[in-house]
């Protein structure tokens, strides 16, 4: 499945002062994410992680993270169902080895740069929860050792709950049909927000192909330059040139489908993929010189049986 991202937004927070000047953990991404009771019409969503990016270099003093601690806000609702990263966690890391672990307690020393999770959210939230929004912060506590209970960083973050992804995902093609070996085609998408109370995020498209049902599929020779970058008020609609597709002469006729989408949300970060419906098809056909010596073929058959 290809994917293709609007870019995220960046909020910063910094290390308080108990920590050796130069290290700093901040905010990765966005502050605002969106979530929801009904995720029915929703193909997949990715879980919401709350990322920080950590930033030290060789000459400061060892640190160690002894712990992640979630802050309620004043209308926070513990069963928004927020998660916490306790023990350990797993960074990724532009400087040295690529991916590792940390355990909390140990001394984190020498030039790092590592992005980290320290809470998570995964699908529908629970029904008993208003709609609305709700603050709540993840206070990074640690130090100078293993007992240090300084709050290196304290990010706040905000969840708003919608009760439903409410958007539509059409797909169309400048070209009803394809010829085997001819010129290639569009396929368009158009998204609506018919959400009556909130604005609607496009932040991607994905493509799930263009196939026949038995194992053909048609070949992407481009991918559109959309503008991801943009919001829809209610009723607003968004249309734009998806994947360019061509058939070959080895590609078999018939009719190709397709329920590839867009990447939406209530804010840039989010991401629930919603396909199309219903799908996108498209006719494959014999090229028109092969039908034309087709035909010559059976008029001379013809001549000779008479």
Wanted: net charge negative.
């Amino acid at each position: 499945m290809n994917l293709l991202f609007r870019p995220l937004s960046l909020s910063v927070c910094l290390f308080g002062t108990a920590v050796t000047f130069g290290q700093t953990i901040t905010m990765t991404g966005s502050e605002y994410h969106g979530a929801f009771h009904d995720l029915s019409n929703v193909l997949e969503s990715v879980a919401r992680d709350y990322d920080m990016h950590l930033h030290r270099s060789a000459g400061d003093a060892d640190l160690y993270i002894n712990n992640i601690e979630l802050v309620p806000g004043s209308n926070y609702n513990p069963n928004l169902g927020i998660g916490v990263e306790h023990g350990s966690i797993s960074y990724q890391s532009t400087v040295g080895p690529g991916y590792g672990d940390y355990t909390f307690g140990t001394p984190i020393q020498g030039d790092r740069d590592w992005d980290f999770r320290a809470g998570y959210q995964w699908g529908a939230v629970d029904s008993a929860v208003p709609t609305g929004i709700y603050d709540f912060s993840f206070n990074v506590i640690g130090g100078g050792d293993s007992l240090a209970t300084d709050v290196l960083a304290s990010i706040p973050y905000r969840l708003e709950v919608a009760e439903k992804l409410e958007a539509s995902v059409e797909l169309s093609f400048d070209s009803p049909t394809l010829a085997q070996g001819g010129p290639e085609t569009w396929m368009n998408v158009k998204v609506t927000n018919h959400m009556p109370n909130n604005l609607l995020a496009l932040n991607g498209s994905f493509d799930s192909g263009l196939s026949d049902g038995h194992g053909h599929y048609l070949i992407q020779t481009q991918i559109g330059s959309s503008n991801w970058d943009q919001f829809l008020a209610n009723g607003e609609s968004y249309q734009t040139q998806h994947s360019k597709y061509k058939a070959n002469w080895s590609t078999p006729a018939g009719v190709y489908s397709s329920t590839s989408g867009v990447v939406l949300g209530l804010y840039d970060e989010d991401r629930y993929f919603i396909s199309a419906n219903p799908a996108g098809t498209i006719m494959v056909v014999p090229e028109p010189g092969s039908m034309l010596a087709i035909a010559f073929g059976l008029t001379a058959l013809i001549r000779r049986r008479k």
